[in-house]
């Protein structure tokens, strides 16, 4: 009896790959794979094990930087996937940047066993370009309410500029996460939003409503696998600052579709943010060059022929 196709994802959290990974998963349960999911299990495993998928718990904790957590993970990750299941000749683990990548190389996964997909790519249809909305010069955030994702460091580099007098309109949207360590409070994005420059908008259902009345999109976050934020402003035509982390490089590329700058460092952030305002030319250029590489590199249609390549080549293994 021949031994079942296999397939994992890795993701920090249940929820996150039930949101993220779901479409990917089904179609290659639909290709006759045996799905496997490894992650932390919050509240979502009967969701998980409701599609047919074997979930696998990995103890780390969303947004730790602890060494401790990382190499709790790293013998966890191994227990579960290593030379059992992530080398085998049938197996293909998808990571979204260089940076993942590189960590599963690290952990011994050959190189030919790991498969680089960029995300699950973005409707370059529902997604077009849009002309910079006239008003003041507004920038936006769009993504959770985490200090992780770089939020408190923006208003940091926002207040810097508002003391210059150079402050642009800021656009926060997004919830709070309380159960991420470094979810900011609903208190806190209250006060932010009485100042008469910044406006949390917590949930928008439409985010092309929201980049046509912004002009520059920003994502000052520490971390990212591939930010779906920054994918659907690109496709809008937006230029972009954002800090220079993993997943991140990947669409905003600095000189050319963004400026980017340090993760944590608000003054290089304020500076960035400064320059983007003032040189019209310039974000005109980087948005131009973002709409294309989302088209060349990120829309739906590729990252779709992509997996349906990558599943067809693994059932093609003895």
């Known amino acids: 009896m021949p031994r079942p196709k296999r397939i994992l994802y890795l993701q920090t959290e249940d929820w996150a790959f039930l949101l993220h990974r779901l479409p990917m998963s089904r179609a290659a349960r639909g290709a006759g794979f045996e799905v496997h999911v490894a992650t932390r299990i919050g509240d979502r495993l009967a969701d998980i094990e409701a599609e047919g998928f074997t979930a696998h718990h990995i103890g780390w904790t969303r947004g730790s930087r602890s060494p401790c957590d990382t190499m709790t993970a790293a013998r966890q990750i191994r227990r579960i996937i290593m030379r059992r299941l992530m080398n085998r000749r049938t197996v293909r683990t998808i990571v979204q940047n260089p940076d993942d990548e590189t960590f599963l ?41 985490l200090e992780d994702k770089g939020v408190r460091a923006l208003v940091e ?15 926060l949207a997004g919830t709070p996460a309380p159960e991420h360590p470094t979810s900011l409070s609903e208190q806190e994005l209250q006060a932010w939003n009485e100042r008469d420059d910044i406006e949390w908008l917590g949930n928008v259902s439409d985010i092309r409503e929201l980049w046509q009345k912004s002009h520059i999109a920003v994502l000052p976050s520490r971390r990212e696998g591939l930010p779906k934020s920054l994918l659907e402003a690109a496709a809008c035509g937006r230029a972009m600052i954002a800090s220079d982390a993993p997943g991140c490089r990947e669409i905003a590329v ?65």
């Open 105 to 145: 190389l690290r952990l011994g996964v050959h190189s030919d066993r790991i498969q680089r997909i960029a995300g699950s790519g973005v409707d370059t249809d529902f997604y077009q370009p849009m002309p910079e909305p006239t008003g003041p010069m507004t920038i936006t955030f769009v993504g959770r309410m």
């Open 157 to 171: 580099a926002h207040s810097l500029l508002s003391r210059k007098g150079k402050a642009p309109r800021l656009l």
């Open 254 to 318: 600095d000189g050319e579709t963004a400026l980017t700058h340090p993760v944590d460092d608000a003054e290089a952030k304020a500076a960035a943010i400064e320059r983007l305002i003032d040189e019209n030319t310039l974000r005109e250029t980087f948005a131009t060059a973002a709409r294309r590489r989302v088209g060349e590199r990120f829309s739906e249609e590729i990252i779709g022929a992509q997996i349906v390549a990558l599943y067809e080549d693994v059932m093609k293994q003895p």
